[in-house]
């Protein structure tokens, strides 16, 4: 024991499962660390050596027949959101202190306990999501180690940011009371709307590390392993478990101070080869139902390109225009296909116009913002693929035009662009007079 390696990280683990979480098992080893316990892993004394066996100062069996080691050592299996209490719960949920069901809840299990074989536990025990230990931890958790910290904004938010799954029964069906777009939003809406909140569920295992005989105090609580569990499937564990880097220690404080270890282990049962292969099977129907429906979205009536023709979609916008002299400007654009071996369908409109836009000082220019789309579409269908028969290219023309107070249109301008192979951003067009 004295050559054991104490596991010092103490940080948390991130694991992912698609299994339910209810099949999550937990097995917690607590030990105090004694010289009673110590002498059990020292060698016998060697044989022609006047040694005394250090065995004879074990202690003995109190006269009530319980051993006080089987007080310093513990093992307890715990499934997820399993309730075990504490000796404090036990005293403190009698009939008069109990105020809300949940209370009422607990003092029956406990009842419950007393008549039939007792509690499976001593010293560790749990406190589930809904345990009042657990808002109160997640709202007063602190994030750095100084002893004068001041909770910033964001740390305040995140400390309501769970939701309880019991306190989510919204109405199926039921009309929202609420805008599902707020378009004139408030600075303080915006500060508390922005703000990570995916549903957590948490559970606390915990020790009481009192001294022999007086268990039930709150200032001997101690935190041997936060769970929590998100609507995603992502389990987080703190500390992660033990594994082969070795046991946990806790110091307790005070006059009397002692050792704690203890041991964390994943003790969930495998799932046997044929809940497996049913699975599998499960998931592969799954996916292939799935499947079907994306098909059904797409139907069977997708055309396809006529074998060896080119078929071109173009999705443009014309953004803004700039460096005229006159206001209340709008832009005439037309696609000019070469006449060889290039069409568009009968239903495609290879032309437009924007919307009368004003302009706005930017600068020393005047600028006039569009922000106006467009699409095209051509097929080209030629059999020759020489070099010397390459296609030409459709063109865009542009014709800017303003309109003043009188309703009279005036020309400011012409221009043209050939549509680049790519997609890409054109940049500016100057047109000339």
Known sequence: MADTVWSTDTGEAVYRSRDPVRNLRLRVHLQRITSSNYLRYQPAAQPGKDLIDLATFRPQPTASGHRPDEDEEEEVVIGW????????????????????????QYRQEILKLEGSDGRKNRRIFTYTDSDRYTNLEEHCQKMTTAASEVPSFLVERMANVRRRRQDRRGMEGGILKSRIVTWEPSEEFVRNSHVINTPLQTMYIMADLGPYGKLGYKKHEHVLCTLKVDSNGVITVKPDFTGLKGPYRIETEG??????????????????????????????????????????LVGTDFEMTVPGALRLFVNGEVVSAQGYESDNLYVHFFLELPTTNWSSPAFQQLSGVTQTCATKSLGMDQVAHFSYPFTFEASFLHEDESAEALPAWPVLYCEVLSLDFWQRYRVEGYGAVVLPATPEMVGEMTPGR
Not at 84 to 96: G, H, T
């Open 255 to 296: 006059d009397k101070q002692e050792l704690w270890t203890y041991t964390l282990d994943n003790v969930s049962s495998l799932a046997q080869p044929e809940e497996e292969e049913r699975e599998q099977r499960v998931f592969k129907d799954l996916y292939g139902r799935h499947k079907e429906y994306l098909s059904s």
């Open 81 to 104: 959101q399993e309730k075990l209490f504490s000796q404090f719960e036990v005293d403190l949920y009698q009939e008069a202190a109990c105020q809300s069901p949940l209370d009422h």
